[in-house]
């Protein structure tokens, strides 16, 4: 399984950008598929994560109301929609995946053992 992500950028404060990333190899069976930010001196956080049902997902709170998380699976391509961007959101952002059928540990980055290579996101004036 391969992860490639990108659509990162630099965008004003209260715009919006949507993060693009296309699995390879077994595409979506199975996978539980999460969105990851590690900002400059900082631990790498969880921001969302989309269930490998499709129908489950779930948020950081500093993200809920404003991210939105969603797959096309023709494409074999998972997004996070961003919107009302805030500098704080400024982020390298890492999508993931792990092989389960469990939803309780999605947000767990420790559970992901595959990885794209980072985005950056810059939200600045």
């Known amino acids: 399984v391969q992860l490639q992500a990108s659509g990162g950028g630099l965008v004003q404060p209260g715009g919006s950008l949507r993060l693009s990333c296309v699995i390879s190899?077994?595409?979506?069976?199975?996978?539980?598929m999460g969105w990851f930010r590690q900002a400059p001196g900082q631990e790498r956080e969880f921001v969302a994560a989309?269930?490998?049902?499709?129908?489950?997902?779930q948020y950081a709170d500093s993200v809920k109301g404003r991210f939105t998380i969603s797959r096309d699976i023709a494409k074999n391509t998972v997004y996070l929609q961003m919107n009302s961007l805030k500098p704080d959101d400024t982020a390298v952002y890492y999508c993931?995946?792990?092989?389960?059928?469990?939803?309780?540990?999605?947000?767990?980055?420790?559970?992901?053992?595959?990885w794209g290579r980072g985005t950056l996101v810059t939200v600045s004036s």
């Open positions: 190899g077994d595409g979506f069976s199975g996978y539980n």
């Open positions: 993931a995946a792990y092989q389960s059928r469990s939803i309780a540990t999605m947000s767990r980055a420790y559970m992901y053992n595959y």
């Open positions: 989309l269930a490998w049902t499709g129908r489950s997902t």
